[in-house]
Nanobody, 115 residues
């Protein structure tokens, strides 16, 4: 099992930027891919971006061109660099493995985009 701790959220104005970090510990050698997810109030959790062990990345259409996912080589930290943030990006952001480690969800980090 892995342990996940998200950080880096906060309040930002529309058009602003944030960098989220996901600190990963535990059985990192089993990880083949990681993703960033988000859950807005009253909505289901959704996948925002993913990165594979081989460095392949993929993004949800609603963040393409604005967000970047990256990781260190050892899977110790996974980043989500968010630019040109929009108010609809307000949500709690989580990281997790792909496929999901359902028992490993962390507390998430709150991102609020508002003027």
């Amino acid at each position: 099992q892995v342990q996940l701790v998200e950080s880096g959220g906060g309040l930002v104005q529309p058009g602003g930027s944030l960098r989220l970090s996901c600190t990963v510990s535990g059985n990192i050698f089993s990880i083949n891919a990681m993703g960033w997810y988000r859950q807005a109030p009253g909505k289901q959790r959704e996948l925002v971006a993913l990165i594979t062990r081989g460095g392949i990345v993929n993004y949800a259409d609603f963040v393409k061109g604005r967000f970047t996912i990256a990781r260190d080589n050892a899977w110790n930290t996974v980043f989500l660099i968010m630019n040109s943030l929009k108010p609809e990006g307000t949500a709690v952001y989580y990281c997790n493995t792909i496929p999901l480690a359902t028992g490993a969800w962390g507390q998430g980090t709150q991102v609020t985009v508002s003027s």
